[in-house]
């Protein structure tokens, strides 16, 4: 049984807040998402992360990572079945299978890098605060810097 969260009151109060809404639903939805590959969401600093991705079994050129309008996309599409129908396994526990895997980012926050490291694949990430959007100190002047237009 699933429930819905009415968000009405919020509109009242808080513009421009909606697409919360959509990505609060969106989170509680009862979509199955795959577990493979398994991964790591890590804080390294205040403003950076680090995903760490299981992809035991690809090469580099078998990984795509694509950043656009806060969706991350990283895809692994393995090459060729052409050696595995001459391998007989006796046990198969490695996965192989092609995967895509999508993050939803927060504002501002950008690609930074990507490297491999033991079977990882580690993606960085940073949060770039515009300078516009950071606080900024206001001087107090001794009058009004607008015209003065009551006469």
Same mark, same amino acid.
């Given at each position: 049984?699933?429930?819905?969260?009415?968000?009405?009151?919020?509109?009242?109060?808080?513009?421009?807040?909606?697409?919360?809404?959509?990505?609060?639903?969106?989170?509680?939805?009862?979509?199955?998402?795959?577990?493979?590959?398994?991964?790591?969401?890590?804080?390294?600093?205040?403003?950076?992360?680090?995903?760490?991705?299981?992809?035991?079994?690809?090469?580099?050129?078998?990984?795509?990572?694509?950043?656009?309008?806060?969706?991350?996309?990283?895809?692994?599409?393995? !090459?060729?079945?052409?050696?595995?129908?001459?391998?007989?396994? $006796?046990?198969?526990? *490695?996965? =192989?299978?092609?995967?895509? +895997? /999508?993050?939803?980012?927060?504002?501002?926050?950008?690609?930074?890098? !990507?490297?491999?490291?033991?079977?990882?694949?580690?993606?960085? $990430?940073?949060?770039? *605060?515009? =300078?516009?959007?950071?606080? +900024? /100190?206001?001087?107090?002047?001794?009058?009004?810097?607008?015209?003065?237009?009551?006469?």
């Amino acid at each position: 049984m699933r429930t819905t969260t009415d968000f009405s009151p919020l509109y009242r109060s808080f513009i421009g807040f909606d697409h919360l809404a959509g990505l609060l639903d969106k989170a509680s939805r009862a979509d199955k998402q795959s577990s493979y590959p398994p991964y790591n969401i890590e804080l390294l600093a205040e403003d950076q992360y680090r995903i760490t991705m299981a992809v035991a079994g690809f090469a580099e050129e078998e990984l795509a990572i694509q950043s656009e309008h806060n969706n991350l996309v990283i895809t692994g599409t393995k !090459a060729g079945e052409a050696d595995k129908t001459d391998r007989k396994f $006796l046990h198969q526990g *490695i996965a =192989e299978r092609n995967f895509e +895997r /999508k993050f939803q980012l927060g504002d501002h926050v950008k690609v930074v890098g !990507a490297f491999m490291e033991n079977g990882l694949l580690h993606v960085d $990430l940073q949060r770039e *605060i515009p =300078e516009a959007l950071k606080p +900024r /100190k206001i001087a107090i002047n001794g009058k009004s810097l607008l015209n003065d237009n009551s006469n």
